[in-house]
T-cell receptor, first 115, second 109 residues
């Protein structure tokens, strides 16, 4: 079982470059999330999606864009990378449950460094 | 502003000790509280709590929610070196999860 797969696992960018992080899940989950994790700050929500074709902003959306054209994929884009976006990025997915929730399943993360 | 606060931020214990990790929250429209364990990579799910006062147990780990005090604790008894990890608390409301900064537990042999 693949679960949640993130690509790439590591990447180094120069300031101003753009890139896209890909998240793929094979569990038919409706909800998908992008987080960033910085030392001492836990997981902060960047953007999320409650279904194919829908996206919404989280706590720290500035400098990022997302798309969910297919239910199984959730893409995170950095249009013009900045050193402040150096972080570990996690994707997660979960089932929709009416009036409640199911635990999230996480990918292994993408370590991104911006020079 | 919705927030989740965990304490302590870090903890060093010896094998066999019992530890208690704390999570308090101020989140509107609370639905559930979740605990995750994070070792080197992805957080892995431990417990989900929705009702106050009902303890969830899995082996040496247990957790309980107090909705009156807006808090939860995670207990680990007879700690082992394999328990060394960051423990994350998250609160769910509607579509979002709010995470605390985590407690880093180091269990020494």
């Amino acid at each position: 079982n693949a679960g949640v797969t993130q690509t790439p696992k590591f990447r180094v960018l120069k300031t101003g470059q753009s890139m896209t992080l890909l998240c793929a899940q094979d569990m038919n989950h409706e909800y998908m999330y992008w987080y960033r994790q910085d030392p001492g700050m836990g997981l902060r929500l960047i953007h999320y999606s409650v279904g194919e074709g829908t996206t919404a902003k989280g706590e720290v959306p500035d400098g990022y864009n997302v798309s969910r054209l297919k239910k199984q994929n959730f893409l995170l884009g950095l249009e013009s990378a900045a050193p402040s976006q150096t972080s570990v990025y996690f994707c997660a997915s979960s089932y929709f449950v009416q009036g409640g929730n199911q635990p999230q399943h996480f990918g292994d993360g993408t370590r991104l460094s911006i020079l | 502003e919705d927030k989740v606060v965990q304490s302590p931020l870090s903890l060093v214990v010896h094998e066999g000790d019992t530890v208690t990790l704390n999570c308090s929250y101020e989140v509107t429209n609370f639905r559930s509280l979740l605990w995750y364990k994070q070792e080197k990579k992805a957080p892995t799910f431990l417990f989900m709590l929705t009702s106050s006062g009902i303890e969830k147990k899995s082996g040496r780990l247990s957790s309980i929610l107090d909705k009156k005090e807006l808090s939860s604790i995670l207990n680990i008894t007879a700690t082992q070196t394999g328990d060394s990890a960051i423990y994350l608390c998250a609160v769910y409301n509607f579509n979002k999860f709010y995470f605390g900064s985590g407690t880093k537990l180091n269990v020494k042999p």
